[in-house]
């Protein structure tokens, strides 16, 4: 098929979820001039919020720190993944952003010339196979940490002979009926935490089964700050910001205590759990971690309604791994067969490199695992490419503002210096640096992390060499952060 001229825009973004939406504000705002295009893979704007559409989906983080720093949240603190999409298409309308999203617009290659000063991107769009070609002076990559084509999916042994319905929450089909039906839910992560409430009054039963606990904490959906300064009926950026600075406060607190005083914390999140937890209820087996607090998310249980579930006797858990599949369930070691019509798998995702696109620079295609990552946001010797990582502690989208804030700055010495091309390059004093994982296991060790440190770019010992940091540093750093230190050529 013929490849399609699609023009030259100033600036690609590659992902329409919540990091390019902001990205795309922060442009517009400081560089209204300029050309752009946002190219998304799926048939719609959201990413993570339009792939997520499993009954009860919502936020973990609350709102207030979740939605932008530009654009004030009204809501309750934690907001369903349909709520979180209105706010976006808020974000799109007030922007005018719509102009620029390209959905079904898969990115699949993307090739630097430094002679052209330009990335030649290829693009395969998903409604007719058309091959498209753009080319851009800045690639701006927001295509978020995961494949949203292919959830993780474990192997057991016999879902062959399974009779009943398989379920991934990443591919939740529209309309499941799950009246009177026996449900096994297979996880124990915040979708998990999150789904079996949303359908326990549905359901005959539902069973959460999980190889191992996680840690939960379960705050008022409403701070209780909120609801004070209700009465005040203050202006909507008032109380966006008062939010923001008080649910930050919070997640430093739990942050700092989990590497300092991480047995502290520990037996804060469990003792906290253990009264909403019906009687006698074995909080050892079901729901002590074998990790510290934070080595892994954190799920968040909105006012407990996970652990109402179980007090009504509506779902239970079983701590097990799983045998076999049967024909009518699952029967795990102990033995035990749990019946099953429909098994739900909340078992994770596939982590991708930057939207698994082949990229290649001056004829070379670039190998991320002998790439080191430029504060979290470039890539060594990959030229005008940015991308966006949040933070693993903190919401995602703090980082989104921090992050476009550098990168309009970066723009603005480009332009201030005449120059048209910007690249992270390793200066004398680095090049024997000590090279890292992309994550350190010590600090933060789920399995899709886990699965993928093979295939990800690295870090070094030193800044700005390092990335992962939590937003109560790089709060300061990244605004200060001196784009003139020899680590950045501009040509
Ligand atoms: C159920 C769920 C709940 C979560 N809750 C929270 C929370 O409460 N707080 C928090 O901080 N984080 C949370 N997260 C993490 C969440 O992924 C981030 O908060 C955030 O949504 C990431 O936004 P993003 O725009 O960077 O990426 P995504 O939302 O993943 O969107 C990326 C988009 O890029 C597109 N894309 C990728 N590759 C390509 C390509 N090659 N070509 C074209 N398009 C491409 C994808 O199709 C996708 O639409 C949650 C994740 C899940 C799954």
């Not at 009518?328 to 909340?346: F, L, M, N, Q, R």
Request: glycine content about 8%; proline content about 6%; overall charge negative.
């Amino acid at each position: 098929m013929e490849i399609q001229d699609a023009g030259h825009v100033d600036v690609l973004i590659v992902g329409a979820g919540v990091s390019g939406i902001g990205a795309a504000h922060h442009l517009r705002d400081q560089f209204p001039d300029r050309t752009l295009v946002i190219l998304d893979a799926q048939d719609n704007r959201g990413g993570t919020w339009w792939t997520h559409r499993y009954p009860g989906v919502r936020s973990d983080s609350d709102l207030f720190t979740y939605g932008y720093r530009f654009k004030p949240w009204r809501g309750p603190s934690i907001a369903a993944g349909e709520e979180i999409l209105a706010y976006l298409d808020e974000v799109i309308d007030e922007d005018a952003l719509g102009q620029f999203i390209r959905c079904g617009h898969r990115v699949t290659a993307a090739t630097w010339s430094t002679e052209d000063r330009q990335w030649t991107v290829e693009v395969t769009r998903g409604d007719t196979g058309q091959q498209l070609r753009y080319t851009t002076g800045f690639l701006w990559m927001c295509q978020g940490y995961y494949n949203h084509a292919e959830p993780y999916l474990p192997r057991w042994e016999g879902t062959d002979r399974f009779q009943g319905v398989m379920v991934h929450p990443q591919r939740w089909p529209e309309g499941l009926d799950l009246a009177g039906k026996r449900v096994v839910v297979i996880g124990s992560g915040a979708t998990a935490a999150t789904l079996i409430p949303a359908i326990a009054g549905q359901a005959e039963h539902v069973t959460m089964l999980q190889r191992s606990p996680s840690y939960y904490f379960a705050p008022p959906a409403t701070h209780e700050l909120a609801v004070t300064l209700a009465p005040l009926d203050l202006p909507d950026e008032w109380m966006h910001e008062i939010m923001r600075r008080q649910y930050i406060l919070r997640s430093d607190w739990l942050t700092r205590t989990a590497r300092e005083a991480p047995e502290e914390l520990h037996t804060f999140l469990i003792e906290s759990m253990r009264p909403l937890l019906p009687e006698g209820f074995d909080v050892d087996k079901h729901f002590t971690p074998r990790y510290r607090p934070w080595q892994q998310r954190i799920a968040v249980v909105p006012d407990g309604d996970l652990f109402a579930a179980l007090r009504e006797g509506k779902a239970s858990i079983v701590t097990d791994t799983i045998e076999t599949f049967t024909e009518h369930g699952i029967k795990v070691s102990s033995g035990a067969e749990i019946p099953a019509d429909i098994v739900v798998t909340a078992t994770g995702f596939n982590m991708s490199v930057l939207g698994d696109v082949a990229f290649t620079v001056d004829g070379e295609p670039v190998d991320f695992t002998e790439r080191v990552t430029w504060r979290g946001i470039m890539i060594s010797g990959v030229p005008n490419m940015a991308y966006v990582f949040g933070y693993l502690r903190h919401s995602w989208t703090l980082r989104v503002d921090l992050v476009s804030d550098l990168v309009g700055r970066l723009l603005a010495t480009m332009r201030d210096k005449g120059a048209t091309m910007v690249v992270p390059a390793l200066r004398p004093q680095d090049t024997d640096m000590r090279l890292r994982p992309f994550c350190d296991p010590e600090n933060f060790n789920p399995g899709y992390v886990m699965r993928t440190q093979h295939i990800l770019f690295k870090q070094g010992d030193r800044e700005p060499w390092t990335h992962l940091l939590e937003h109560e540093q790089e709060r300061d750093i990244l605004p200060k952060a001196d784009l003139d230190d020899g680590t950045l050529a501009y040509r």
